[in-house]
T-cell receptor, first 113, second 116 residues
């Protein structure tokens, strides 16, 4: 029973490049959440998606960031024209509508040089 | 305003002793859930324990228990018989009741160090 999978685990991008982070939820889970964790800080909610729908994107920066969860395939968090301040750990979590806890993936550590 | 407050940035505990990590929360919802997660140095987030706002009993999971005081809006995590492997960051989180699901708000965390 595979858990939440994220890839890549580590991603290095130069300023101005695009970063694409992928998340495959646990089997049977249709709710996906993305969080960002800056060094020495807690997790900050970014976006909540169900299949083909963005339910809540109140934590997403207005520019350069987008997320999708297509009918087939993983959820993608896309950061365009990355800047040094985007360097962080990005966690994906999934849940079933029937289960309260969110299960987290291992995270993707993005470093912008 | 902070929704989740963890006032202890760092805590030390002797191996085999019990330790309490504090968490207070702020919500006007009647239905909500409280969670604790552990983040070891490897970085993954590990779910530990859950308490629902309507649960009358304090949640327990092995060596973890949640001291839930609803009137005081506190949900402290108690770890009994600490082990060296318990050294990690601990995050308290809250899910507020909503038909639209489960936006979690996390506290800033407490770094626990277990001393041999």
């Amino acid at each position: 029973n595979a858990g939440v999978m994220q890839n890549p685990r580590h991603l290095v991008r130069r300023r101005g490049q695009e970063a694409r982070l992928r998340c495959s939820p646990m089997k049977g889970h249709s709710h996906v959440y993305w969080y960002r964790q800056l060094p020495e800080e807690g997790l900050k909610f970014m976006v909540y998606l169900q299949k083909e729908n963005i339910i809540d994107e109140s934590g997403m920066p207005k520019e350069r960031f987008s997320a999708e969860f297509p009918k087939e395939g993983p959820s993608i968090l896309r950061i365009q024209q990355v800047v040094r301040g985007d360097s962080a750990a990005y966690f994906c979590a999934s849940s079933s509508g029937l289960i309260y806890e969110q299960y987290f993936g291992p995270g993707t550590r993005l470093t912008v040089t | 305003a902070q929704k989740i407050t963890q006032t202890q940035p760092g805590m030390f505990v002797q191996e085999k002793e019990a330790v309490t990590l504090d968490c207070t929360y702020d919500t006007s919802d009647q239905s909500y859930g409280l969670f604790w997660y552990k983040q070891p140095s490897s970085g993954e987030m590990i779910f530990l324990i859950y308490q629902g706002s309507y649960d009358e009993q304090n949640a327990t999971e092995g060596r973890y228990s949640l001291n839930f005081q609803k009137a005081r809006k506190s949900a402290n995590l108690v770890i009994s018989a600490s082990q060296l492997g318990d050294s990690a960051m601990y995050f308290c989180a809250m899910r507020e009741g909503s038909d639209y699901g489960q936006n979690f708000v996390f506290g800033p965390g407490t770094r626990l160090s277990v001393l041999p």
